[in-house]
């Protein structure tokens, strides 16, 4: 079946840190890509999403390429805040249509001033 | 409204208990979506809805019962639950056309706790 594997922290930064957290997807077919994020006490905010080789989904000063070759989806941002701190998953659809999203376990991000 | 809502946000209740989370998104879409979040555990999808047509159920419990009146409103209705079911309950949206993916919305979520 498919999965996600993340990195899942805590990772602690200072502010302006350069971030990277890594993602890597097992699937079956041609999968799409999805950065979501969760702050305290709320649901998952989409961030950015990839849907085939190649594209690089951005939003918000965060990035991250699918990479078909190394089946990975890294989520980088140059410069982080304090309000950059929440948790942030990698998840993936195989299949279009109505399918359910894989996740990974999440990494808790804390950016300290 | 805006958005994917849900209700109640925290809900607490005992293990002989039966209540209904609900869930309303106002974007439009055709395919609605339950999840859990439990701690420690990576979030599993539980059923999925499409044109308010069961597609998916994925090995939940039958005291979870989903409901999906229409296409902008799902329901999960709780009995006899165990203290394990406690989670964070995120319902989410989008827009289902065979062969395309579109991004999922997600609300709030609602936090359980069974005593």
Not at chain 2, 28 to 39: D, E, F, L, R, V
């Amino acid at each position: 079946g498919d999965s996600v594997t993340q990195m899942e922290g805590p990772v602690t930064l200072s502010e302006e840190a350069f971030l990277t957290i890594n993602c890597t997807y097992t699937a079956t077919g041609y999968p799409s890509l999805f950065w979501y994020v969760q702050y305290p006490g709320e649901g998952l905010q989409l961030l950015l999403k990839a849907t085939k080789a190649d594209d690089k989904g951005s939003n918000k000063g965060f990035e991250a390429t699918y990479r078909k070759e190394t089946t990975s989806f890294h989520l980088e941002k140059g410069s982080v805040q304090v309000s950059d701190s929440a948790v942030y998953f990698c998840a993936l659809i195989s299949g279009g249509g109505a399918d359910g999203l894989t996740f990974g376990k999440g990494t808790h991000l804390i950016i300290q001033p | 409204e805006t958005g994917v809502t849900q209700t109640p946000r925290h809900l607490v209740m005992g293990m002989t208990n039966k209540k209904s989370l609900k869930c309303e998104q106002h974007l439009g879409h055709n395919a609605m979506y339950w999840y859990k979040q439990s701690a420690k555990k990576p979030l599993e999808l539980m059923f999925v809805y499409s044109l308010e047509e069961r597609v998916e159920n994925n090995s939940v419990p039958s005291r979870f019962s989903p409901e999906c009146p229409n296409s902008s409103h799902l329901f999960l209705h709780l009995h006899t639950l165990q203290p394990e079911d406690s989670a964070l309950y995120l319902c989410a949206s989008s827009q289902a056309v065979s062969g395309v993916t579109y991004e999922q919305y997600f609300g709030p979520g609602t936090r359980l706790t069974v005593t």
